[in-house]
């Protein structure tokens, strides 16, 4: 019965009125486009005007029903980029800070090696016998420079002791002077350094060999050098090497170098004024060598003269007229 009534109401408007209903309607259109289809099917050209015209008729209303799903697309792949992009951002930041820690950590490594050679370079003298040690702590307080190490008594450091480290110019037997062990613990050493204020070491200038005296100043890159006569021969860039005279300091390890426009004449003064600078970097100087002489082989002594069986039984003719002129004495 409701079947019945639906017929009715589709054919029909609900008012029941002879005029045509949704369903005639509909009906209508599904020939039309069925008569258009087979038309174009047959006889395409004839059917391609109207083909466009409806093409573009009805271009708007596919962009526009299109449109929401291009701006879903767009926006959703604009949000997955930026997400990527950042994460990527993240990734490569982190691997950079990991770059940057590495080649720090191989300049580092690469200063030490750089260090190491060269102290091991000088530890290649065969009258002396070294030991490498660590700069725990620096200090530097009103013209004192003084330095803490990581070897003590325990390792055989004693008071005096000269300490040693590498520079900027070493020599081809390599060494610079740092300083002399004042104080000595059990596990750690104090170390005075040639610039302090109450340092002195006995110096030969390399070119000329006059001598002189190396003073600190207490600053760590000045040096005075002293006791040298106003007449006396020296230029900026002379190279002063430890002289051995006070038994302390073994010879010939480099101390200082006379700096530009160093040399100054004070009128009516018998010394010249001149600074020079320590040709150790003592900023960043990290590991220096404590210095041992080795003892000198001990000679045993030459026994005395004695007449040797061969000597006897070299010459019996000396022998018999030694004895013939002692029997006829008698």
Same mark, same amino acid.
């Given at each position: ?45 004839n059917?391609?005007p ?57 300049? #580092?490594?690469?200063? *030490? ?6 102290? &091991?370079?000088?530890? =290649? +003298?065969p009258?002396? @016998?070294? %030991? ?17 190490i ?8 004693f008071v ?15 060494g ?17 350094? #040639?610039?302090?204020? *109450? ?6 200038? &390399?070119?000329?060999? =006059? +001598?002189?005296?190396? @003073?600190? %100043? ?61 040709? #150790? ?42 004895a ?7």
């Open positions: 019965m409701r079947l019945i009534q639906s017929l009715e109401a589709a054919i029909y408007d609900v008012d029941h009125h002879a005029t045509p209903g949704l369903f005639i309607r509909f009906v209508v259109l599904i020939l039309i486009a069925l008569t258009l289809m087979f038309v174009d099917h047959r006889s395409p050209s059917t391609l109207v083909r466009t015209l409806f093409s573009i008729i009805g271009y708007p209303l596919q962009l526009a029903v299109d449109a929401p799903f291009r701006a879903y697309n767009v926006t959703e792949g604009f949000f997955a980029d930026q997400t990527r992009v950042s994460k990527q951002n993240a990734e490569l930041e982190a691997r950079l800070l990991e770059i940057k820690a590495d080649y720090r950590n191989m300049k #580092i490594i690469k200063q *030490q090696n750089e260090r190491l050679r060269s102290l &091991l370079k000088i530890s =290649k +003298r009258d002396f @016998s070294f %030991t490498m040690a660590e700069i725990l702590s620096a200090s530097d307080y009103r013209g004192q420079s003084v330095v803490t990581n070897k003590g008594t325990r390792d055989g450091v005096k002791q000269v300490v040693l480290a590498d520079g900027d110019k070493a020599q081809s037997q390599g610079n002077i740092f300083g002399q062990v004042i104080s000595v613990t059990p596990l750690s050493a104090q170390v005075i350094l #040639i610039t302090d204020l *109450q340092h002195a070491i006995p110096v030969r200038n &390399l070119r000329t060999n =006059k +001598r002189a005296l190396a @003073s600190g %100043t207490g600053k760590p890159d000045v040096l005075e050098l002293k006791s040298i006569v106003a007449e006396s021969d020296v230029r900026d860039g002379d190279i002063f090497v430890s002289s051995g005279l006070d038994g302390l300091f073994p010879a010939d390890f480099q101390v200082a170098e006379v700096v530009s426009n160093g040399v100054n004449y004070v009128p009516g003064d018998p010394f010249a004024n001149i600074k020079a600078r320590p040709l #150790i970097n003592f900023q960043n100087t990290r590991e220096v060598l404590l210095l041992w002489r080795n003892a000198e082989p001990e000679v045993a002594p030459q026994p005395a003269d004695e007449p040797s069986e061969n000597t006897n039984n070299a010459n019996p003719e000396a022998k018999t007229n030694s013939q002129v002692a029997g006829a004495a008698q």
